[in-house]
Each structure stands twice: as C-alpha cells, then as structure tokens.
C-alpha cells in the first residue's frame, strides 16, 4: 500500500473540517460588509445556494417568517453590513448574539457567532456561524434569572491556593471586593473594612475566614450567615452570604451574597409591632403604667433569689368614690392618670409602679439601704397627690393612704407583701387619711 500523498491529506482533511463543520453548524457564512454581499459556505436551509454569492440584505430577509419578531429585530440591529463595519473598528473582534423564533408552537434559539477579519487590503469581512442553541440558552436564562440578577455576587472560590473568580453579581461593592484571581483572605478584610457596617465586622472577618468556611462545610455542608452592609445609595442593607462545596475533594466552593434588605425590614417592622403589642399588653389602658399581671410578674422576678432589702409602697386614694359619685367617672379617670403620673416621676430612679384596679397602685423599690428611703418617698407622695387639682372637682381634697412592707422583712413574695402594705394603708386610712403606715 502506497504512502498517501501531501494533497491527498489534505483534500481528506478538507472533507472531514466540511464534514465536522456541516453537522456542528446550521450555516456558515462570509459576508463583505463594504459590498453587502455573502458567500454561503454552508447552509442545511439553503443547500441549494452553498458556493453561492447574494446580497446580504436580502439574505437576512429569509429569517424574517422564520424569527420572532424580537429576534428578527436583534439580528439586523447586530448583523447588518452597517452593524458589522462598526463592530470592526472595535477592539474585540469576537461577538455573539442569540435570536430566537418558534417552531411547533414552542420558543427555540439560534446562536450566531461572528468573526471579524480584515484582507490584505485591510478591508473588514465577517465569518458567520449560525447553531442550534435551545439547551445552552435556558441554563443561561436561568442563570442569569435565580442567580446574577438575585445575587449581589456570584464567586467560585479556590479554598485550597487562596484564590477566587467572579462570575457575576449586581452589587454596587462588587468591584471594591472581587476582582479574578486574587487573594481571598485579603479581599475579605478589604471588604469588611469598607463595607460591613461596623458591629458586624468581626463576625464576617470570623465567618469569612477559610479555616472557618472549610470546618463549617465539611460539618454540615452549608455554611451561611447575615450582615449589614453600606449601600453608597440605600444606606443600610441586610446581606445573606452562602457558601457551599462546588467540589469537596479539591476544596472548590461556590460563595454567592444575596440581598435580603426587603425582608430584614420586614421582620424588623414586625418584631417591632410584636414588642409594642406586648408591651402594650403590660400597661394599664387607663394610666399607661403597669396592669396588675404585669405589675405582680415584675415584682416576683425582682424577688427572686434576691438578698437585698426592697420595699413595697401600696396606695390608695382616699374618698375616690365620691369623686365618681359626684362629678362622674370621666373626672375620675382624670385624676387617676394624675396620680399615675405623680407616682411614675417620683418613683421611677428607684423602682417601678403599676395600677392594680379601681383606685389602687402600687410602687416597689428594687433595693433600699434604709426604711426611711421608703418613709420619705411616701411622704412625697402623700404632699404631691395633696397638691392635685381638676377645677370641675375643686369642692373635694385629692388624698391618700399608703402602707410600706419592706422585703425580706415583711416576706419574700408578691402576695405576702401586698397583703402586708394593704392592711397598713387601711391603718392609714383609720389614722386620719393622707399618711403613711409602715407598722
């Protein structure tokens, strides 16, 4: 058997490129922008016209009934001669673009891949490849839908030699951080000295850290957490970084960031509403000092496994009845937030006061280093709530009684000492009204 020839491996690679491009390609195309012509070099469409010179105005015209009106648009926005000249005279001589047209009642795409040469009279022309592009469109699509456009950044990390790559995102700091193949460790202290907000950057330097990322994916294969990030625009924002195994072997890791603001605010706003509705739940809806539950709770938690001497001031206006009796309950509630108030100012460095019904309050001092401290605030009470006056009821002195029960002295519980500073505020009341009883 004879040795083949130079020309006849040449004509036998010629066939199978023909061969390889024919089933890669729809069509491949020359096409002259300065003399809008096109040399078709392969067409499964037009197999008829291969060799064939025409122009090519007309030849993009055939895609019109086969095209999407959108995709039709693209093509001679991207591909006519006059688009092609300009793409010419630009640095990249590569581009690509994607039309799409629909075929059975389905969407499918065409990817048309151009390449700019110039001759040797430095005169521009274009190679044109025309595939089938369905499969590599809808995982593009969907990259560029749940990941670049949901991610602040998208970055593929080299744990083991400390280096990472960024393959999309849409945060502002994008670039202050992460730029292709640097140093990760680096890059994490720069972007936490510039953007993390200040009582978040020792935890993100913490998390961020590669010994701490690999311990947390090696454990449970996940490793994520939030922080507050500086927006130059938006101010504050709440940020979600994600870091998971893309290989675990040679230590690959995928990191993205997602904004979370909308729903950080979100919770925020309801944790707020949820604690005013709490807290609401604990005042009088008269006064807006303490109701008798929350009153007793408080007191019970102050109590408990304490050694320090606190006193209980348990207050009961005098002849109140005859104030709702006479000039109605309207007049009554004003005075009864009159007194809440008096006692919430004169308490309130020492202790804390609620109302536990009618016209009955109590105040507790968390901790007093003699029972006069207790005399002399009862006293003020008794002269402040003396001093009160409503024109409408100026026939009737505002008074009061208060009885004073000292813990450990008197007891150790809520219940114990109420009774306790209840029965001496009835003393009071039978020693002439407006006064202190401590027994």
């Known amino acids: 058997m004879k040795p083949a020839t130079a020309s006849y491996m040449r004509e036998r690679a010629e066939q199978e490129l023909g061969k390889a491009l024919y089933q890669m390609f729809y069509s491949v195309l020359r096409v002259d922008p300065i003399e809008n012509t096109v040399m078709i070099l392969q067409s499964h ?35 006519s001669s006059e688009a092609l000249l300009g793409e010419s005279y630009q640095p990249e001589h590569r581009f690509s673009v994607e039309v799409s047209y629909v075929r059975n009642e389905r969407t499918n795409w065409l990817t048309i891949s151009v390449l700019l040469q110039r001759d040797t009279e430095d005169n521009p022309y274009a190679y044109v490849f025309v595939r089938q592009a ?12 749940y990941v670049y456009n949901t991610c602040d950044f998208f970055v593929y990390l080299d744990a083991r030699h400390n280096r990472y790559e960024v393959f999309g995102g849409i945060g502002l700091d994008k670039k202050g951080f992460l730029a292709k193949d640097c140093d990760y460790e680096t890059a994490v202290n720069e972007f936490a000295r510039r953007f993390v907000v200040p009582e978040d950057r020792e935890m993100v330097i913490r998390e961020m850290r590669l010994p701490r990322v690999l311990d947390m994916l090696n454990e449970f294969g996940v490793h994520s ?35 979370v603001t909308a729903v950080y605010i979100e919770e925020q706003t309801r944790l707020r ?33 304490k050694y320090e001497r606190m006193a209980l001031l348990f207050i009961d206006l005098d002849d109140f009845k005859q104030i709702n009796d006479y000039f109605g309950h309207l007049q009554g509630d004003r005075i009864l937030k009159k007194v809440a108030g008096v006692l919430e100012k004169q308490s309130a460095p020492m202790g804390f006061q609620g109302r536990t019904g ?33 024109p409408e009821v100026k026939p009737l002195r505002i008074t009061c009684s208060i009885g004073i029960a000292t813990a450990p002295e008197d007891g150790c519980d809520y219940t114990t000492l109420v009774h306790a500073a209840d029965r001496r505020a009835y003393q009071a009341k039978k020693e002439g009204k407006n006064r202190y009883y401590w027994g």
């Open 225 to 259: 957490f939030y922080c507050g990030v500086l927006d130059a625009e938006r101010g504050y924002t709440r940020k979600l970084l994600t870091y998971k195994f893309y290989d675990r072997g040679s230590q690959m890791i995928l990191l993205s960031r997602t904004d």
């Open 134 to 145: 369905n499969e590599g469109h809808l995982l593009k699509s969907i990259i560029d839908k």
């Open 45 to 79: 469409d037009f197999k008829e016209d291969v060799y064939k010179e025409m122009d090519w105005t007309l030849y993009l015209k055939r895609y019109k009934s086969v095209l999407t009106e959108q995709g039709y648009a693209q093509l001679l926005e991207r591909l």
């Open 273 to 305: 509403e949820l604690a005013q509705a709490q807290e609401q739940a604990k005042r009088d809806s008269l006064t807006g000092i303490l109701n008798h539950q929350s009153l007793k709770d408080q007191i019970s938690r102050a109590l408990e496994g």
């Open 358 to 390: 009618g016209d009955e309050f109590i105040i507790f001092l968390t901790h007093i280093e003699h029972e006069e401290e207790a005399k002399k605030l009862a006293q003020q009470i008794c002269h402040t709530i003396s001093s009160l006056s409503l």
